[in-house]
């Protein structure tokens, strides 16, 4: 993992954590805010193993460096490319 990209996830994980330790103060409507970051994050990582993929890393590579399968890897995360041409063409640019 290269030095900035390390420092970026560190830095990421430090703003959820304070996050999660501002809602002893909150009310509790305030934590659907934090909740909403898991969609966030899983829209994250979605589009995060499709760009590793396309940038090159086998379905076996990404399932090895995430504990998973292979066929869970492009289970989760491949697009057929019947299904890519009803993407819009913003989402659609970005996939193998």
């Given at each position: 993992?290269s030095?900035?990209?390390?420092e970026?996830?560190?830095?990421?994980?430090?703003?959820?954590?304070?996050?999660?330790?501002?809602?002893?103060?909150?009310?509790?409507e305030?934590?659907?805010?934090?909740?909403?970051?898991?969609?966030?994050?899983?829209?994250?990582?979605d589009?995060?193993?499709?760009?590793?993929?396309?940038?090159?890393?086998?379905?076996?590579?990404?399932?090895?460096?995430?504990?998973?399968?292979?066929?869970?890897?492009?289970q989760?995360?491949?697009?057929?490319?019947?299904?890519k041409?009803e993407?819009?063409?913003?989402?659609?640019?970005?996939?193998?």
């Open positions: 993992m030095g900035d990209h390390a970026f996830m560190a830095f990421a994980r430090r703003i959820l954590r304070a996050a999660s330790r501002r809602m002893s103060d909150a009310d509790p305030d934590l659907a805010d934090l909740v909403a970051l898991r969609a966030t994050v899983d829209e994250a990582i589009t995060a193993a499709r760009a590793v993929h396309a940038g090159g890393a086998s379905w076996t590579q990404i399932g090895d460096a995430l504990g998973i399968t292979r066929q869970a890897a492009r989760k995360w491949h697009i057929p490319p019947s299904d041409a993407l819009s063409a913003d989402v659609a640019s970005d996939l193998p």
